[in-house]
């Protein structure tokens, strides 16, 4: 093995040596990229009511879903060609990693709805988070980038490419991670007297005077000395759907989005060449995508029973992802010879 590896340094570095002394032109046709990028994101999005689908809504309110610190970091890799001996116009194809992060929140969320507890009885859930609801999350994004470049060489060691064309994704998918906390808290309202009571649903903007408040204004009020946790743990444990800062139970999944898109891809750079046959790049680029979610949303709820949650990244029906920053990478050019033509031939230019 040893010796055949050898044998191809010095066919290479002969053929190399004799290929400067026959009579002909290199011409730069086919191209190899490689390159990191890394970058900033700003995404816009549409996205349903964390509320739409609980029944018999009362005081909803919620914050706006907002994204930040969305940073990008991926690889890229072409492989193209160039047309004619000038090598100014070229075509390439390849494949775009991309890994990004961010977060993702929402500053508050109240809803009062219509429930039924562990017996079977109607009654007005609440359920708010104070805190809000705050997500890390971590996309996987896979392109094929198809793309058009132009070529300008200001000397034999420094050059200009502009690239410009679509991205093919194939693939989009969403980790995410959160902590958020939840207080809920229940209203009763009973009809009838004596052993003939019945629970019925108060709609009411104000619960009625009548009804029993399992809230932390109500507790608070009654007793200002007593302990609230241990009187909303008692109630647990008996099967209410109440308890005060709740953790959810599933602080981590996945949440894919349709992978079939288009988007746009730009991106320019500075070469310095290193050797005859490499290039050092430097420089920037630009991304557009949308992704949609192609998930059934209709009877999604945020949270319902203690510990239950859905993602945020659920709630988005499209997203529109603005990606923005710089390039390093190493360009490998690939020179096919041409013999040289000449206006006049050898005994004409004897003469």
């Not at 689908?53 to 914050?63: D, R």
């Not at 805190?131 to 070529?151: C, D, F, Q, T, W």
């Not at 192609?294 to 949650?309: E, I, M, Q, S, V």
Request: glycine share 8%; net charge neutral; with cysteine.
């Amino acid at each position: 093995m040893r010796r055949f590896l050898w044998m191809l340094l010095i066919f290479g570095v002969t053929s190399y040596a004799l290929s400067g002394q026959v009579m002909g032109d290199h011409a730069l046709h086919f191209f190899f990229d490689a390159d990191i990028k890394f970058g900033t994101i700003t995404p816009n999005c549409t996205s349903i009511p964390l509320a739409s689908n609980y029944p018999a809504l009362v005081n909803p309110y919620e914050g706006k879903l907002k994204f930040t610190n969305a940073t990008s970091f991926g690889y890229n890799a072409q492989f193209g060609y160039y047309f004619g001996n000038n090598s100014h116009f070229g075509i390439s194809a390849g494949l775009l990693y991309l890994t990004q992060q961010g977060n993702v929140s929402m500053d508050t969320f109240h809803i009062e709805y219509k429930a039924t507890d562990y017996k079977g009885n109607t009654f007005r859930q609440v359920i708010s988070s104070d805190k809000g609801i705050h997500e890390s999350y971590s996309a996987l994004n896979v392109n094929i980038p198809l793309l058009l470049r132009y070529r300008q060489a200001f000397s034999d060691k420094i050059s200009w490419t502009l690239d410009a064309g679509v991205l093919c994704n194939i693939q989009m998918q969403n980790n995410y991670n959160s902590n958020s906390r939840f207080d809920y808290e229940a209203i009763y309202q009973l009809q009838g007297t004596g052993t003939n009571l019945t629970y019925v649903y108060d709609n009411g903007s104000h619960p009625g005077a009548q009804d029993w408040l399992i809230t932390k204004a109500e507790f608070t009020k009654d007793n200002p000395k007593g302990n609230i946790q241990d009187y909303f743990n008692s109630l647990k444990t008996v099967g209410f759907n109440v308890g005060l800062n709740q953790d959810i139970a599933k602080k981590s999944g996945q949440v894919m989005y349709q992978m079939t898109s288009l988007g746009i891809m730009l991106q320019t750079g500075i070469n310095i060449k290193l050797n005859g046959r490499t290039e050092l790049k430097v420089g920037a680029y630009y991304l557009s995508q949308s992704f949609s979610n192609p998930a059934n949303t209709k009877r999604l709820l945020l949270t319902n029973n203690l510990g239950d949650y859905n993602s945020l990244l659920n709630y988005i029906k499209n997203i529109q992802s603005d990606n923005a920053g710089f390039t390093l990478g190493i360009n490998f050019l690939f020179y096919s010879y041409k013999d040289r033509t000449y206006s006049e031939s050898y005994e004409e230019t004897r003469k």
